[in-house]
C-alpha cells in the first residue's frame, strides 16, 4: 500500500528525526524512505526513535544528491512552510492526497522531499519539484517539526487511501438499535413510572415528554439499554410495594 | 482561535513529549495544554522540544486528576488506539473537528484527552469521556508517538476552523449542555436512586454504570435535562416516604 510514495529527506541534522519519521511513516502503512546525506545516519537515537519501525530505518536508502534520489520519480513533492518569491504551483497535503492517491497513479512513483529542521529546501532543490507541498498551519508560527511534518502528509496520504466508510455518530456497538415500536413502548412505560413516583404534573406532563423524547431519540439507545431503563422504571414503580 | 479546545496529557512520562505538544498545538494555533500528573514538569527537555512553543508550555496548567481537569468540559474526547471490549461511541480526529469546530460550539469547552505513551487511558478514564478519539492508521502498527497524534488531531481542527461553517449535528438545543461536573454529581445522584429503589445489584452496578454513562455521554445532556431527570429521581427516591 502506497509503496509509490518515496518520502525523501534532504541533510537531516538529527538522527532522531529519522526515526521519528520512520514511525510515522509506519503507522500510515507507508516504507518507502529515502536519505540524502543524514549527518548521522545509521545512529542509535534513530533507532529509539523509531520504536517498532527500525524495519523502515533499515530498508532506507541514502543518496549522495537529491537528483539521484528522485531520478525514478514522475511526480515530485517539495514541502515548504516559506512563502517564496517565485510562487511554484502549490497543493496542499491533503490535495496531494486526493490527487495522487487514486488507482490510475498507482504506476506513477511520487517522490515527497522534506528538507532540512532549520532552513527547509534551497530554491535549486525546489526547481526539481513539480509542486510545493503545504500544510496549512498558524502563519505566526509555521515551523513544523520535520517528523510532525512528515506525520500529517502520511496521515493524510493513507486517509485518502481508505476512502471507506468510517463510523458515524451513531455507531455505537454490537447491540441492535430500539425500533420505533420499542420506544413507544419505553415512553409509555416511563410516563406510567412518572405517574407512579408523583413526579408527573399532568398539566406540564406534555412539554416534559416532549423534552425526554427529544432526549432518547437522540440517544439512539440500543435494546440492551432499553431494558436496564425499563428494569430501573419497574423497581422505582414497585418501591412503594415493599415491605 | 480554538481557544474552547483544553488538550488534556494524563501522566505523560517524557517531558520531551510534553514539549513537542506544545509545539504541535502551537502550529495550529491552539494554546490550551493541561497536564496531569506530569512524571517531570517543568523540565528542560519539554523547552528544548517546544522550540518557540515555550509560551504554551509556560500557560500550562497543572491537574492532581482527570476529574478536576476536565471539570469545566461539556463534551470530552478520549484517544485511543487500542479497540475496546465495551465499545464506546467513537469519532476519527476528522469527525471531531467537523462536528465540533463550528461557530455554534464555540462557547462550549471541549476537551482532547491523551493518556500515557505506553498504555494510553484507562478504562475508568475513558468513563469520563463522551466519545473515542480514533486516528485511522495502519492496524498492525497502530502506536502513534503521542505528539504525533496531538499534531494529527490538532491539525484536523486547524484545517476545519479554516473552512465555512456548514449545518451542524451537534446542534442539539438552546440550553447550555451540562459540564462534566455537574454530569458526575448527576451519575452520583443515578447511583444513589438506584441503590434505593434497590435495582442495583452491588456485583453487576459497574457494568451497568458503564452502560449507562455511555448512554448519557453520548447524549449530550443540557442543564434543563439534567434538571429534569434529577427531579425525577427525588420523587423516585422519595416515593416510600409517602403516605
Request: with cysteine; net charge neutral.
Amino acid at each position: 500500500m502506497l509503496a509509490n510514495f518515496k518520502l525523501i529527506l534532504v541533510e537531516t541534522s538529527h538522527p532522531g528525526n529519522i526515526g521519528a519519521v520512520a514511525r510515522a511513516m509506519k503507522n500510515m502503512g507507508m516504507d518507502q524512505l529515502r536519505l540524502v546525506n543524514p549527518k548521522l545516519f545509521p545512529h542509535a537515537d534513530a533507532t529509539a526513535r523509531a520504536s517498532g519501525a527500525d524495519d523502515v530505518l533499515r530498508s532506507a536508502q541514502v543518496y549522495s544528491s537529491l537528483q539521484e534520489a528522485i531520478a525514478d520519480c514522475q511526480i515530485v513533492f517539495g514541502a515548504s512552510a516559506r512563502d517564496r518569491t517565485i510562487s511554484w504551483p502549490s497543493m496542499t497535503a491533503r490535495e496531494c492526497a486526493e490527487n495522487f492517491v487514486k488507482p490510475v497513479h498507482a504506476h506513477e512513483t511520487v517522490g515527497l522531499v522534506l528538507g532540512r529542521e532549520n532552513s527547509g529546501l534551497k530554491n535549486h532543490e525546489l526547481d526539481l519539484c513539480h509542486y510545493l507541498l503545504r500544510i496549512p498551519c498558524n502563519q505566526e508560527y509555521s515551523s513544523l517539526n520535520l517528523a510532525a511534518a512528515a506525520q500529517v502528509i502520511c496521515y493524510e496520504l493513507f486517509i485518502a487511501s481508505n476512502q471507506q466508510p468510517s463510523s458515524s455518530i451513531g455507531d455505537i456497538g454490537e447491540e441492535a438499535l430500539a425500533s420505533s415500536e420499542q420506544m413507544e413502548s419505553f415512553y409509555q412505560h416511563l410516563l406510567e413510572t412518572m405517574a407512579d413516583i408523583g413526579f408527573l404534573h399532568p398539566e406540564r406532563s406534555k412539554s416534559i415528554m416532549r423534552r425526554l423524547r427529544r432526549l432518547f431519540n437522540r440517544s439512539q439507545l440500543d435494546t440492551k439499554e432499553v431494558d436496564i431503563l425499563r428494569g430501573i422504571f419497574r423497581f422505582a414503580q414497585n418501591h412503594n410495594q415493599k415491605p
